[in-house]
């Protein structure tokens, strides 16, 4: 019986982990992400390369780099190693990375 209490314990402890991952996850609404893209498009910017950061969803970007806004979205970008990273403000990590 202890066994299955212990198992039973790991697995709430396990579920209760991938919740708190998943809370994490910034998901942008396919609205706002056209509205990203068309913006981007039209208002490009210099890159700007940060040697060994990893552009990754997730990673936070230092207080060095500047984010600009996208009118109407919440989200701020920036073109680093020439690719456009979205970025959360509030947080400044990374949620989407387009090539």
Not at 31 to 43: A, C, D, L, P, S
Not at 54 to 83: C, M
């Amino acid at each position: 019986m202890r066994m299955h209490l212990t198992a039973g314990a790991a697995g709430l402890l396990l579920l209760a982990g991938i919740g708190a991952a998943a809370a994490d996850t910034v998901i942008i609404q396919p609205e706002q992400e056209t509205v990203i893209r068309e913006y981007v498009k039209k208002q490009p910017l210099a890159s700007v390369t940060l040697p060994g950061l990893e552009l990754n969803v997730g990673t936070a970007l230092p207080d060095t780099v500047e984010l600009r806004e996208v009118p109407d979205v919440q989200y701020r970008y920036v073109v680093i190693d020439n690719r456009t990273v979205v970025v959360d403000p509030g947080t400044r990590k990374i949620i989407k990375v387009y090539e």
